[in-house]
């Protein structure tokens, strides 16, 4: 394996991680408020939706009934994603925070009405299996060269790194990867991210002090929607998929959930543990299967291990996971 | 919590309101996409119930039954199996390893060995999130998801691996003749000859009544509930957490497992890719609508199986999607799941007032 190949799977992982990073972050939010949050997937799912189909309309000539956008098509399908996806934490907010219900449960109902409703309405729409039309120009998000990127190239090591791994993703990528500090800061340095945690951890304590646990666990659940809009938006906009295809969050929602208790909660850990997982996803993408000499790493293994790796840190052998103290459990304001 | 509801109030007027309104969302949505939902339901009831779809949809609600069974017996002990889907699967690996191993003589034998090896594979699936929940507090939600994905990989591994027949297709060798269960139709002739509906359905309501049996008349049914009631209390009593924990989802696993018997020994009568179909996650809408009770969970899996066969039909009469199933599914698990309390609290107010008036 020589250098530029490691540059290359290295820069597939970036950009695989990339939706894991966002929904992983999203996921962290409002468990950390003590919501938790299967519906990860779900709420990705519905904003790829929404981005494709929004993009897609905002460019589509007027005479076809479109809006015939030429430039910020694009954003339009974020601003659509991010709607949607809040719709969808709204109502898990409701039904978990409000109602007191069962907020497994209400993920799991989340992510079953994103996995039909988008090929219904789709389907409805589009009239193409579910599909949205293929996206092209200002409708996506193409690469951006980082300053320099071109004359740098020919630096020997830092060269390559940089023209190839650093530059050229696009604007969804770096913004997932400044969302990574820009969380540790709101949680940990800021009055806001206290009372998110405390409101996760010891909710009475928090009523006690005078602040309302339901706003502040609806504001983590209305970040979480923006984030797995993001992720969303990522996926129909930002890949080569070029638009959405039915069911293309393809289990990444559970995979950002894994990362979320791969990273114990922690913003920084959670950079880590997404790209691990977007590092294990293109060393599948890549090899069929790794021959290890010994024995033979068949590519399932590969696809298994995210999974595999979040029960044995869930099961305490390589540290403890623990998380939020309040998580799943509806508050109740004593009478 | 029930506070001055009636006990039919709880198990029967909640369930049906919540119900209503998750279908009267489901005929919104219908009107969405511009087609007429009184139209939708009686494709769907017709194209269900008839001589042709009621074969088939008695083979869908043999697959919830057993799922829903499996979600139901895990609730009685609060804990939420979300895995049925990755049990189900590896049980169907049960039940082909044990019909390739041996050439069985006749399918008296062949249920019974295909039975214990759904139930062994699809409990030993169960088995390490439960005794990971029961020893060392790893939340058997998020375990039991994650073993849904492990064993697909595995699934898929198998198929294209070890047990892949000789070509390119995924999937085993055939089962032998002597494995072959009997359908429906060679039992009673008035059902359709291609429908897959096949014995596995008794066993099935068999299930639901040893599940009855073992909730409500044994010692151990007795210890899940009050377990499931209040683990301190439980304790207090001299009940065992690591026991029933571990019980309940091996019994829940196996229940799940089962599901093979229909699906991979009775229709497919090989191991294919994806035998499951979303049927595992079926079982959480249809334990919550039958309040997790054996009855109520075999009418509520024939109502899902009437969804999903009526679904299949409204693709052909109306070209409504197949989807428009799992949005039913989805706001039925919704609406009467984590928005029930939506319908709980008025109920319970308007027993409130109707009993100060009649005092």
Same mark, same amino acid.
């Given at each position: 394996m020589d250098f530029n190949t490691i540059i290359q799977i290295l820069d597939s992982a970036v950009r695989l991680s990339t939706? =894991?990073?966002?929904?992983?972050?999203?996921?962290?939010?409002?468990?950390?408020?003590?919501?938790?949050?299967?519906?990860?997937?779900?709420?990705?799912?519905?904003?790829?939706?929404?981005?494709?189909?929004?993009?897609?309309?905002?460019?589509?000539?007027?005479?076809?009934?479109?809006?015939?956008?030429t430039w910020g098509m694009a954003?339009?399908?974020?601003?659509?994603?991010?709607?949607? @996806?809040?719709?969808?934490?709204?109502?898990?907010?409701?039904?978990?925070?409000?109602?007191r219900g069962n907020q497994l449960i209400s993920g799991v109902a989340i992510n079953f009405f994103a996995a039909g409703s988008t090929v219904l309405i789709g389907q409805y729409w589009f009239r193409s299996g579910g599909q949205t039309p293929p996206l092209s120009g200002a409708q996506r998000f193409g690469p951006i060269e980082l300053p320099f990127a071109g004359v740098l190239k020919d630096?020997?090591?830092?060269?390559?790194? /940089?023209?190839?791994?650093?530059?050229?993703?696009?604007?969804?990528?770096?913004?997932?990867?400044?969302?990574?500090?820009?969380?540790?800061?709101?949680?940990?340095?800021? !009055?806001?991210?206290?009372?998110? !945690?405390?409101?996760?951890?010891?909710?009475?304590?928090?009523?006690?002090?005078?602040?309302?646990?339901?706003? &502040?666990?609806?504001?983590?659940?209305?970040?979480?929607?923006?984030?797995?809009? =993001?992720?969303?938006? /990522?996926?129909?906009?930002?890949?080569?998929?070029?638009?959405?295809?039915?069911?293309?969050?393809?289990?990444?929602?559970f995979i950002a959930l894994a990362a979320l208790i791969f990273a114990k909660w922690q913003p920084k850990a959670a950079l880590g543990a997404s790209l691990l997982f977007g590092l294990l996803e293109a060393i599948g993408n890549r090899y069929q299967s790794i021959d290890l000499g010994v024995f033979v790493v068949p590519v399932q293994f590969m696809q298994a291990l995210p999974y595999i790796l979040t029960v044995v840190i869930l099961a305490g052998f390589i540290g403890k996971a623990i998380p939020p103290a309040a998580g799943g459990e509806p508050y109740v304001k004593e009478r | 919590m029930n506070k001055g509801l009636p006990k039919w109030a709880d198990i029967v007027l909640i369930p049906l309101l919540s119900l209503t309104l998750a279908f009267l969302v489901s005929g919104l949505v219908v009107m969405f996409i511009g087609k007429d939902p009184i139209e939708a339901v009686k494709v769907m009831v017709s194209g269900a119930l008839g001589k042709f779809g009621i074969g088939y949809t008695l083979y869908y609600t043999t697959n919830f039954i057993f799922t829903g069974l499996a979600v139901a017996i895990a609730f009685h002990?609060?804990?939420?199996?979300?895995?049925?889907?990755? &049990?189900?699967?590896?049980?169907?690996?049960?039940?082909?390893?044990?019909?390739?191993?041996?050439?069985?003589?006749?399918?008296?034998?062949?249920i019974v060995a295909a039975s214990i090896g759904a139930m062994v594979f699809g409990a030993a699936w169960a088995a390490i999130p439960a005794y990971l929940q029961a020893k060392r507090g790893s939340h058997?939600?998020?375990?039991?998801?994650?073993?849904?994905?492990?064993?697909?990989?595995?699934?898929?591994?198998?198929?294209?691996?070890?047990? &892949?027949?000789?070509?390119?297709?995924?999937?085993?060798?055939?089962?032998?003749?002597?494995?072959?269960?009997?359908?429906?139709n060679d039992i009673f002739p008035a059902f359709d000859k291609h429908a897959p509906a096949n014995i596995s359905l008794f066993l099935a309501l068999f299930a639901a009544f040893g599940v009855w049996v073992l909730i409500w008349k044994t010692r151990l049914g007795y210890e899940i509930r009050a377990f499931g009631h209040s683990?301190?209390?439980?304790?207090?009593?001299?009940?065992?957490?690591?026991?029933?924990?571990?019980?309940?989802?091996?019994?829940?696993?196996?229940?799940?497992?089962?599901m093979a018997v229909n699906t991979v020994q009775g229709e497919a009568e090989r191991l294919i890719l994806d035998t499951v179909q979303g049927a595992g996650f079926v079982g959480i809408a249809v334990a919550l609508m039958?309040? @997790?009770?054996?009855?109520?969970?075999?009418?509520?899996?024939f109502l899902f199986g009437i969804l999903y066969q009526g679904g299949g039909e409204l693709s052909f009469a109306m070209g409504i999607p197949r989807e428009m199933i799992v949005v039913i599914q989805a706001l039925v698990i919704m609406f009467v799941g984590s928005l029930e309390n939506m319908v709980r609290i008025p109920v319970e107010r308007l027993f409130v007032r109707f009993r100060k008036g009649a005092a």
């Open positions: 939706p =894991l990073l966002l929904a992983c972050l999203a996921g962290l939010y409002s468990e950390r408020s003590g919501i938790f949050d299967i519906g990860l997937e779900g709420k990705m799912l519905a904003g790829a939706f929404a981005a494709g189909a929004m993009s897609a309309y905002a460019g589509m000539p007027v005479i076809e009934g479109g809006l015939g956008m954003w339009m399908g974020v601003g659509a994603a991010i709607a949607v @996806s809040i719709v969808l934490a709204l109502i898990h907010g409701f039904a978990s925070i409000t109602l630096v020997p090591i830092l060269g390559p790194i /940089y023209e190839g791994l650093i530059s050229g993703h696009n604007i969804l990528v770096y913004v997932a990867f400044a969302a990574v500090p820009l969380t540790w800061w709101i949680l940990f340095r800021t !009055r806001f991210g206290l009372r998110l !945690r405390a409101v996760g951890e010891n909710p009475g304590a928090v009523d006690t002090a005078g602040i309302s646990v339901v706003k &502040q666990r609806y504001a983590a659940v209305l970040i979480a929607g923006v984030l797995c809009g =993001l992720a969303g938006a /990522y996926l129909s906009l930002g890949t080569s998929a070029a638009g959405f295809v039915k069911d293309m969050s393809a289990g990444k929602g | 002990a609060r804990m939420f199996n979300i895995g049925g889907e990755g &049990q189900a699967g590896i049980g169907g690996v049960g039940v082909a390893v044990v019909l390739l191993a041996v050439d069985w003589p006749h399918w008296t034998v062949a058997i939600v998020i375990t039991t998801i994650m073993f849904n994905w492990i064993g697909s990989a595995l699934i898929v591994y198998l198929l294209v691996g070890p047990l &892949q027949a000789p070509g390119m297709v995924p999937e085993t060798l055939g089962f032998s003749a002597g494995s072959s269960i009997p359908t429906l683990e301190k209390a439980a304790i207090y009593a001299g009940i065992k957490p690591v026991k029933i924990i571990m019980v309940a989802m091996l019994v829940s696993g196996a229940l799940a497992g089962m039958g309040r @997790s009770h054996p009855v109520g969970v075999v009418l509520a899996a």
